[in-house]
Nanobody, 120 residues
Framework: QVQLVESGGGLVQAGGSLRLSCVVS????????IGWYRQAPGESRELVAYITRVMITTYGKSVEGRFTISRDNAKSTVYLQMTNLSADDSGVYYCNAPWSKYSTTMLYDWGPGTQVTVSS
């Protein structure tokens, strides 16, 4: 069984930073491209950042220059370093493996996510 477990969220002041982690089990992690997604209440889930198995990265326009995605294949973990956070970054953050970079179809069930709340 594949499991995606996110952690690292919390409450942070505007302008602050957080580092999220996503631990993946049940697959050969190094063979998969992984994305970070977020969803605010009443809004659609959006792609935040994406990293391929060969370390190519892509960022959403709203976070480019502020967020950094990385991965450690030895730990089967993908990270999201978030800096200069604003209230618009608040939401539940999830990781998953999409069918392709911008696909809304995921290979696996969503995990629990981790809540990020940025005070204004």
């Amino acid at each position: 069984q594949v499991q995606l477990v996110e952690s690292g969220g919390g409450l942070v002041q505007a302008g602050g930073s957080l580092r999220l982690s996503c631990v993946v089990s049940g697959i050969d992690f190094s063979e998969y491209d992984i994305g970070w997604y977020r969803q605010a209440p009443g809004e659609s889930r959006e792609l935040v950042a994406y990293i391929t198995r060969v370390m190519i990265t892509t960022y959403g326009k709203s976070v480019e220059g502020r967020f950094t995605i990385s991965r450690d294949n030895a730990k089967s973990t993908v990270y999201l370093q978030m800096t200069n956070l604003s209230a618009d970054d608040s939401g539940v953050y999830y990781c998953n493996a999409p069918w392709s970079k911008y696909s809304t179809t995921m290979l696996y069930d969503w995990g629990p996510g981790t809540q990020v709340t940025v005070s204004s």
